[in-house]
């Protein structure tokens, strides 16, 4: 996105530029123009006031109306087209999970491998991160990917960036979080797929984040009612990553990322059709990083069009 964020900015910064040194070098002229004391100044200054009162006084305003707005409007059209296409990610994207806190970045491939303040990536792929804080508000920013969004602590949110140069580029938490704000740092290491694929598998052999969040649902004994069948006192997950989810009382609701946190945490903010009330709320008993664990499992129960379940390293 780097380079269309960059040629934004370049025109607003010309568009900018223009007419603050028009306007200065006008008022720069008048000064000198009509000064007091040059002869005939006063009778000069008195006829060009008369004159912008004449019948041209319309069409002049019409062009300095009309003018501005089609600039506006052009910044405008452009800059909102970028904001959608950085808050949209692509169907096909490597989703990671990353966790601020005070003061770090904690960061979970799919695959297994942990990671604190450093993010391996590979280029020519789209890279999706859901992001949570554990404590206060942190934002996770990559300038040289032109990226940057809040952390905030209750929520979910994302963000996605596709590398296209391998090197190690600078990362910042971008939002005042209390006396080790400014540590708070570290780095993104760009990787040509080959050597990526060889820094996955050269971590320590472990569990995939699906898995691990598979332990958890068993441990917390959250498959005693969300049986595979159907059977259970919950609904099942098989299959409900991605899917519209019939509420009691009416309406439907896309399972995504949000809505699996939200019914871990607050279970009876949105019944399922056709079910009781009757999970107890995990809010304070599962931490952040269990969360994306759990809702890793949750995605792995089901296969997306276009989101092939990644398989750990063989
Ligand atoms: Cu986290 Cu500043």
């Not at 040059?38 to 006031?49: I, K, T």
Request: glycine fraction near 10%; charged fraction near 15%; hydrophobic fraction near 45%.
């Amino acid at each position: 996105m780097a380079p269309h964020v960059d040629l934004f900015f370049y025109f607003m910064l010309a568009v900018s530029g223009f007419f603050s040194l028009l306007i200065a070098g006008l008022v720069v002229f008048f000064l000198v123009r009509y000064r007091e004391g040059r002869p005939g100044s006063l009778r000069e200054a008195e006829a060009a006031v008369e004159q912008s009162h004449g019948s041209g006084t319309m069409l002049l305003e019409i062009v300095w109306s009309v003018i501005p707005l089609g600039i506006a409007m052009v910044m405008f059209v452009w800059g909102t087209t970028l904001y959608f296409d950085l808050a949209r990610p692509p169907a096909d994207v490597l989703q990671m999970y990353v966790v601020g806190k005070q003061w770090m970045w904690k960061i979970q491939h799919p695959e297994g491998p942990r990671e604190i303040n450093e993010l391996h990536v590979p280029i020519g792929r789209a890279v999706k991160l859901t992001m949570a804080s554990e404590d206060v508000i942190h934002s996770f920013s990559i300038p040289a990917f032109r990226v940057k969004q809040d952390v905030v602590p209750g929520r979910f949110t994302q963000l996605w960036f596709e590398a296209t140069k391998a090197g190690t580029y600078h990362l910042f938490c971008a939002e005042y979080c209390g006396t080790q704000h400014s540590g708070m740092i570290g780095h993104v290491v760009v990787m040509e797929p080959k050597d990526y694929e060889a820094w996955l598998g050269g971590g320590v052999p472990g569990q995939t984040l699906a898995q691990a969040g598979e332990k958890l649902f068993a441990e917390r004994a959250c498959s005693t009612c969300h049986l595979p069948t159907g059977q259970g006192r919950g609904p099942s997950l098989v299959g409900l990553f991605g899917s519209a989810v019939k509420l009691e009382g009416g309406g439907t609701v896309i399972a995504d990322e949000s809505y699996v946190r939200e019914s871990i945490l607050n279970p009876t903010a949105k019944i399922v059709a056709g079910y009781q009330p009757l999970m107890p709320t995990q809010q304070g008993l599962v931490s952040e990083e269990q969360l994306v664990a759990l809702v890793a499992y949750i995605k792995s129960l089901s296969k997306e069009p276009g989101q092939p379940a990644r398989t750990a390293k063989e």
